[in-house]
């Protein structure tokens, strides 16, 4: 223990440092050029001071607060499923929580961000707990079948969001929360994501509750743990981060499956150990794909979404040929 101590602090000390040098740099990537003395001067045709507080800044914390959040929440959800596919974004949450949003807009279109995030957060705990309803009724005779499962739950849920959508002419609406962007992401329309930082916490403080509801229900009962309760608790914070991004800037694709995946591969599951590198890791993650869409076609930008959607469907084969390999 001493040597994990003693050998991971610093490690993990530097790849917070290395996360900092991430966010400066972000912040002075854009179309409009800035500079440190052009943020200080006192020329009044200069608006670098007034595009650093609006946007830069609210863009490069929505970036890391998303990143750690939805990381972390893939982790949990891989634990309570017991499944390392088993995401947000594999197992129909985030579609839920965006066929929450489509119903709270077709029923009460001036509602607040906060209103919009409660409803997409009650969907998106109804469709996490059909999902683990449906687990509970089949028998999973390879692990690849959580993941098949979860899509296809998805898929449906997807299907009846966009066909209603279509008949309220909604699909442009549609397309920017499926589509993860941070491109309108400014000061007084990002600050939900702090509800999900903050779970992020909560989710560090409960890590080892969560770590022995993965070893099984009669494990964790033998133990004195209440295995519903954790595993509520866990479909809460999942449910709960997933709607606050929906909302706030999008569905990032794979980043709950490729971040956690790889950790584990290193750390194994233990969540008190993993889930500081899980966030780290992920907040770095969603830094660097946003300076690629940032960069790629400049001036023009490409959505996170897309940018994360074609790494992470690469990793997630590869994952997927490897848990093929040992099975044979």
Do not use: C
């Not at 966010?23 to 500079?35: C, E, H, P, R």
């Not at 499962?149 to 609406?173: C, K, P």
């Amino acid at each position: 223990m001493n040597v994990i101590r003693d050998n991971g602090v610093p490690r993990l000390a530097l790849a917070v440092l290395a996360v900092a040098i991430l966010a400066v740099i972000s912040v002075f990537i854009g179309v409009y050029s800035m500079s440190w003395r052009a943020i200080f001067s006192d020329d009044p045709a200069s608006h670098s001071a007034m595009v650093l507080v609006t946007s830069r800044i609210p863009r490069t914390i929505a970036l890391i607060l998303a990143g750690m959040s939805m990381s972390v929440a893939g982790m949990i959800m891989m634990m309570l499923a017991r499944n390392r596919f088993a995401t947000p974004s594999t197992t129909g949450t985030v579609e839920s929580a965006t066929l929450g949003i489509l119903v709270v807009t077709l029923l009460a279109p001036g509602t607040a961000m906060l209103g919009k995030m409660v409803f997409a957060s009650l969907f998106a705990i109804a469709g996490t707990a059909l999902f683990l309803l449906i687990l509970r009724q089949i028998p999973l005779r390879s692990p690849l079948m959580v993941p098949l499962i979860g899509l296809m739950l998805g898929s449906v849920i997807s299907s009846i969001t966009t066909f209603f959508a279509y008949r309220h002419e909604l699909l442009n609406s549609l397309a920017s929360w499926t589509t993860g962007d941070f491109a309108r992401v400014l000061r007084g329309r990002y600050e939900l994501l702090w509800i999900a930082g903050a779970l992020t916490v909560v989710a560090f403080i409960v890590a080892d509750r969560f770590t022995v509801a993965g070893l099984g229900e009669e494990f964790t009962t033998n133990l004195g743990v209440n295995y519903r309760l954790v595993l509520a608790s866990g479909v809460t914070i999942v449910a709960l981060v997933s709607a606050i991004d929906v909302v706030t800037v999008g569905s990032i694709p794979f980043l709950s499956l490729i971040v956690p995946n790889l950790v584990s591969m290193k750390m194994g599951d233990n969540l008190r150990r993993s889930i500081p590198w899980v966030a780290v890791l992920g907040a770095a993650f969603v830094l660097i794909a946003d300076m690629i869409g940032r960069v790629v076609r400049y001036p023009f930008e490409i959505p996170i979404g897309t940018v994360v959607g074609v790494f992470g469907s690469a990793v997630f084969l590869i994952l997927l040929m490897r848990t093929s390999a040992r099975e044979r």
